[in-house]
């Protein structure tokens, strides 16, 4: 496959769409933008972003100048479809694909013999061989005539450009000429290994890296638990055990949060819920590590209240999902704080990485912890590792805090 003259249609202009559409873009080839929301697509015409990503804002702004870049609300012919629409799930963890079926049908019309199909969106296993069926039902002339792929991202938000170009791919193709034909592809902006498979196997092989992720973080949330109960630092335990040669414990945490790792083993536990049983109560355990938190936050609160006979101000440290980074979706930290507002307590919340923060204030570290009758660290946030805080007061989720 050659960079010119392909010209290649992305469908989806978000966090996965727009920095793949801008790369593209940077290698020479012509790419169209497809995004259904008008002012993405304005705002990308304009060569700005709407997303918060290192570097994107200059690459995109220099692809659109040349004319290498254009969005669109509706696609046009192209030799590629890509296809990067969101997945979220419906009422009772149900994967919702109706996002990508919408995207294949805006495609169908445009679609000619020898074109290329690749969905990235993560999606349940089958999707892709579903929707070819789809495409084939409306076109039944394109049967044996189109390339179709399912090739998952696995990027890390912030490095998103780096890990674009980098990390190893899967490439899982309706038939082997399919793979191939999605290999040469993706060689001419990937630099890391192409890895061929069917598309099965492709598409599973997403929900399974981020099942995996949340499987091992159940294993040390439940070691917190037992170690609570039992009056050992479990903090201490995972250094001593992690010494072992082929032992690595994760860290725990308040919870698992983010797009991918809390909601992608749904997608595998709701078609294969009796095969799935240690994803499914993986699941759980990092659910059950939210609620326990909050109850571990109310117990000290009734304790502080018993002693001095008025509400504690409690400090939270941290609202988004992981540490240093700005993003807040799906993220336990502050579902907890939440939780704890609505029900009454007094929260001074703190978040260092967001600063536009509209549902309630949002403290200064020093100023929390100078008013703070209880100091709950909920993330950990470089900002608060070594913070000095006297113990009595301390409930530390995340094992970062010296205490005084
Ligand atoms: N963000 C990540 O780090 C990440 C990593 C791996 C996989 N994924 C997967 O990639 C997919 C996309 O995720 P994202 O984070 O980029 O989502 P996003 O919400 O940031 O962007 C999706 C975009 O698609 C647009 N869209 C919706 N329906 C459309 C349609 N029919 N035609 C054209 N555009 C349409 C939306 O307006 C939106 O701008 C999801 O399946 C997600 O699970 C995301």
Redesign the pocket.
Known sequence: MKPEPLTVVI???????LPTAALIASKGINVYG????KS?VDTINEGKIH?VEPDLDGLVHEVVRKGLLKASTSPTKADVFLI????PFKEGHIPDIS?VE??IK?ITPYLEEGNLVII????PIGTTEKMYDLITSERPELKNRIYMAYC????L?GKILYELQYNDRVIGGINPASAKRAKEFYSLFVEGELHETNAKTAEMCKLVENAYRDVNIAFANELSLICDKAGIDVWELIELANKHPRVNILQPGVGVGG??IA?DPWFLITHYPEESKLIKVAREVNLYKTEWVIKKIKEKAKEFEENYSRKPKIACLGLTYKPDIDDLRESPALYIVRRLIAEGYRILAVEPYVDDFSEFHVYETEEALKEADIVAILVAHRQFRNLRIEKNKLLDFCGIVGNS
């Open positions: 469908m989806g202009l978000g966090y996965i769409g497809v995004d259904i929301n993405v997303i990067a629409v969101p997945t996002f919408a995207a805006m990235e969106s993560t999606s998952p991202e696995r990027v938000p797009h991918c909601v």
